[in-house]
């Protein structure tokens, strides 16, 4: 399976929450968001809902790829399945108040109790 983007993404941060730890078995989930015509899949993912968001995955390898969220043009990708994430720095952290605690603050990154205002 492929995935191909194109353009820049609007934002880019880390989320805390319990979801986002359990859908990627991390400490944190690193995420670019980006319009959904943005992005073209080569190749089936399947997908799993926690309320409105739909979080897709590789069948083959189970690696966590991007969630849509009902009612929402964007795609969030995950930094892991992208091939160079030299210059999509985080400005942002999420949900912090669940990071753990032997993890600092990201240097310079906002930082959200919850999500973002
Ligand atoms: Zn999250």
Known sequence: MT???DGDPSEVGLCHCRTCRR???GPFMAYAVFPRAAL???GET???IETTDHRHFCPRCGSPLFATMDGDPAVEMRLGCLDDTSDLTPAFEIWV???APWLAPLPGAAQH???LP
């Open 3 to 5: 995935l191909r983007l």
């Open 23 to 25: 859908e990627t078995g």
């Open 40 to 42: 073209t899949v080569v």
């Open 46 to 48: 399947r997908s799993w």
């Open 97 to 99: 108040d669940r990071r």
């Open 113 to 115: 109790k919850r999500n």
